[in-house]
């Protein structure tokens, strides 16, 4: 189950690039030297470039998953679940949608997931604890099972039908709070069970330090069947999935495989949007109120340092999507065989708002981040049985 072929050697600070720490154990504070009670910086980790084989990235690529690209990811510790190797689908006009719905738990958060928890099995914790109605806790509740780790999910009322299903099936303890309560809560399990925490427990964002590195592995494949793209759309929260795909991209360019790299779009819904307030107002990061929104995956109040850095250094934008653009988006994807959760359409969305007042000269990728399984109005509306009498039948087939 061990990984020997990790080429992490230590954590560096992304306000101070210059402060390092090792690399165990994985800072989930974020930095403790820059970072203050109301802001945190996170921590990313670092790697040894120099000694990157470089058949890692070649000309063609089998599409085996995380441990295709174990040297530049944290120490694959826990046991995977085929994560990764999603499909790059073609839409009309050289734009492709990245379809991460077909992970494991049908979202993103697997990559993620499969990097904390071989973190709590590296620290030897006997347990992960996750703050989450939505797919980190579903994806959390998974990789700990396949570890046999417990788990903790500090929900709040309202989840997803199928999120609920997903997280008792994997035999996680839910406990259903006020939203507000989760993260004192989880810091409290983690001081006195000594469970390894995979989400946020920061006042500003800055997530788990080996967690985001999964999403390097959209950009590596992005790489690998497409080349570099224009741009990249993003649909954003925390701006961890932003953030990442930067940052492989990055790494492509650093050790001489791209000679350029993709500008990021992060796509907010216009309900909050503390990123695109930060980028507005020249800080690095913020904390915002946050409206009525169907995108509940992505709604979130609470900015941080990462995705801030990613618009800005890759000459993007950070975008705001409405419901209705999310709703023209998802109903888009539909028509194309990709039934994505709403939130998961936001990047979309986002180029086509972009789109309407710009020329982009190659390639676009628009990531879409999970099922639509995963909506909280699913299963409700279905019509009931139709009739079999042939005028009936022919009626509704006129009719479609």
Known sequence: MADSHSLAVAQRSLGDPAVHYPLWPPLTSG???T???EFAYPVEVDYDYERVPGELFPDSWNGDGLERWAPLLPPLLAPGLGEGGTPLVELAGNVYVKDESRNPTWSHKDRLNRCAASAAVGVGAEGIVVASSG??????AAYAARAGLKCVVLASAGAPPAVESFLRAYGATVLTVPADARWPLLR???AEFGYHPVSNSTRTHTGHAFGAEGYKTIAYEIFADLGVPDSVFVPTGYGEVLFGVWKGFVE?????RTGRIPRMFSCEPAAGGPLAQAVALGRDAMQVNVGPTAAYAIDTPVGGYRGVRTVRESGGAALLVDDAEMTRAQNELCRNGLWQE???TAGLAGFRQR???EEFPGPVVCIATSSGFKDQGVATGIPGATEPDWETVREAVRRA
């Open 355 to 357: 789109a309407q007042g």
């Open 342 to 344: 709403f939130s998961a």
């Open 252 to 256: 492509l360019n650093r050790i001489g």
């Open 35 to 37: 970072s203050s009670a």
């Open 135 to 140: 797919n980190h806790g579903a994806s959390a």
């Open 188 to 190: 409290r399990i983690v």
């Open 31 to 33: 930095c403790p030297r």
